[in-house]
């Protein structure tokens, strides 16, 4: 196990945004540099559906993460709201890890749950009923449809997805306290997640932690690392020159 560990959420990477893709290899060359190992908690990649042209728009990352992984590094990745669709399949043929939507583990003598951060907002039921009814529907399309037609929907997929998540009231997108002390005090030490947006980091009785990560812009991107069971919080910035 690497004496560093990563973990970003919420890169959001668009095939047409060349700096933020700039900004991410950037950042996984530094942890080949450092040797560390890296978890992705959702939403990478802003859509992605299983079909040639979304591989080939993002054969550069893949590639960069395959690399990674060669080099002894493990990459673990969980699914968000965005990549929902990629699952092991792809994901091993560049050496990394699905996770699913929530997974615990223990790294470096720490007991952590890693989620996208969906599966903890209970009061926004609208999203979790779309989650239900919308996701089965979209897998069941991204096996049958052509390539071309799926990602011709793949933007009114997504519009929706924003209007669910836009129209719930404000304290709906926020994680229940009552959730989160019930995660720790099944022997979770430190949760991690993303999905809001909004950096948060929380601290609890024992020692125990709920860390919120950063978003990722096309200046500046954040992230978690875990060195001899501390952590800290940091934001990446590309390399000047």
């Not at 209970?122 to 979790?128: A, E, K, L, P, R």
Request: proline letters at 3%.
């Amino acid at each position: 196990m690497s004496s560093l560990i990563y973990c970003i959420a919420d890169v959001h990477l668009e095939k047409d945004d060349r700096a933020k893709s700039d900004l991410f290899l950037s950042f996984v060359r530094m942890v080949k540099d450092t040797r560390g190992d890296l978890y992705i908690l959702g939403d990478l990649f802003d859509y992605w559906a299983n079909n040639r042209r979304v591989l080939r728009d993002f054969q550069v990352v893949l590639n960069a993460l395959a690399d990674l992984s060669s080099q002894g590094s493990k990459i673990g990745f969980l699914i968000g709201n965005r990549d929902l669709l990629l699952g092991e399949r792809v994901l091993s043929r560049y050496g990394v890890d699905y996770l699913g939507e929530s997974s615990r583990l223990e790294l470096q003598g720490k007991r952590l749950l890693v989620t996208h951060g969906h599966l903890l907002l209970t009061n926004d039921v609208g999203f979790q009923r779309y989650r239900r009814t919308a996701w089965p529907i979209y897998r069941i399309l991204d096996a049958v449809l052509p390539g071309w037609i799926e990602n011709a929907l793949a933007k009114c997929f997504m519009r929706t997805s924003k209007k669910v998540i836009e129209a719930q009231e404000p304290w709906r997108l926020q994680f229940p306290e009552k959730l989160i002390r019930k995660t720790l005090a099944e022997g979770v030490e430190l949760i991690i997640c993303g999905h809001t947006h909004c950096p948060l980091v929380r601290q609890y009785d024992g020692g125990r932690t709920f860390v919120v990560l950063p978003s990722w812009t096309a200046e500046k991107g954040g992230y978690l690392c875990l060195h001899e069971g501390h952590f800290t919080v940091h934001d990446f910035y590309a390399p000047q020159g």
